[in-house]
């Protein structure tokens, strides 16, 4: 069984960054020179993924520009001879088969996930990358958890350790370690106070999730918040099936809050080549001035 299709769910109204988000799809806010949407697509894509599946809100629109050809923009660039520019432009539209769904109703993550079904072979796994996630590694986020899958051919979900104060935040996983990263999930518990937290193993966006999730979804009533919680049908699934947790390598920014947003803007920032050093100076500059 191979992976080979993506899901990615970015319907939420991005209220933590309104006013912008009243007419832009918060995925759609820019990580340096790309929009967070972006990563996650190159993710999947170097993580050999060739067909993805984008559950969108009502404002699909500026997200099916992105990834679609723009003749004008085309033209207008081979006119002025900025080749470079276009090559980049043309790669991003052909950057894999992506499909646009509209979730109606935003019912929670489990939901979102449900409306890409129809996608989906009876018998096959999926990854899904969260829409606020964006994780920077050596080897795509992705990648490590479809090498885990190859092994043991059964779902994954990717986790970090998080401070305890911070569990109430998260779905949190507890087991059995396999290996110093690899977790034989025995319980998840969705957003459980620090008391009650069965550990500090927290689901940070990245999944391998095998398709009999879909009548597990369909069939879920709604939990935490009211909503259809992706943590509670992958808690059923874990009685008919085996489920691990993989500790990934690699740095996971929550750009679904602006601290988190403007964290991976400097980060990446600071290593791209074209900015980065200038940057740095001017960091150190106003880091300086602020003494």
Do not use: W
Request: net charge negative.
């Amino acid at each position: 069984m191979q992976i080979k299709k993506a899901v990615i769910p970015v319907a939420g109204f991005g209220t933590r960054f309104l006013p912008i988000t009243k007419a832009l799809p918060k995925t759609m806010l820019p990580i340096v020179d790309k929009p967070a949407i972006h990563y996650l697509v190159e993710e999947a894509v170097n993580s050999g993924i060739a067909e993805i599946i984008i559950i969108t809100g009502q404002d699909k629109k500026p997200l099916e520009d992105y990834f679609n050809r723009s003749k004008a923009l085309e033209n207008h660039l081979i006119n002025t001879g900025k080749l470079d520019l276009l090559e980049m432009i043309k790669k991003i539209s052909s950057m894999a088969e992506i499909h646009f769904v509209t979730q109606e109703e935003v019912l929670g993550l489990g939901h979102a996930i449900y409306c890409a079904r129809r996608f989906m072979n009876k018998d096959e796994a999926f990854a899904v990358l969260l829409g606020d996630d964006v994780v920077v590694s050596i080897e795509p986020c992705i990648s490590q958890l479809i090498k885990v899958f190859n092994n043991y051919q059964a779902s994954i979900i990717g986790v970090q350790n998080v401070p305890n104060s911070e569990v109430s935040k998260y779905g949190i996983v507890s087991g059995h370690n396999v290996t110093d990263r690899l977790v034989k999930v025995g319980d998840l518990v969705e957003k459980p106070d620090e008391e009650s937290a069965p550990s500090n193993l927290a689901i940070l966006g990245r999944y391998i999730i095998h398709s009999e999730i879909f009548d597990i979804l369909r069939a879920l009533r709604p939990g935490a918040g009211g909503e259809i919680q992706l943590t509670d049908a992958l808690k059923e699934l874990n009685k008919t099936q085996e489920v691990y947790s993989y500790i990934f390598q690699g740095t996971r920014y929550d750009t679904g809050n602006k601290l988190g947003h403007l964290k991976a803007t400097i980060d990446l920032a600071l290593q791209d080549e074209t900015i980065g050093h200038d940057f740095k100076n001017y960091l150190i500059k106003m880091t300086s001035h602020s003494r």
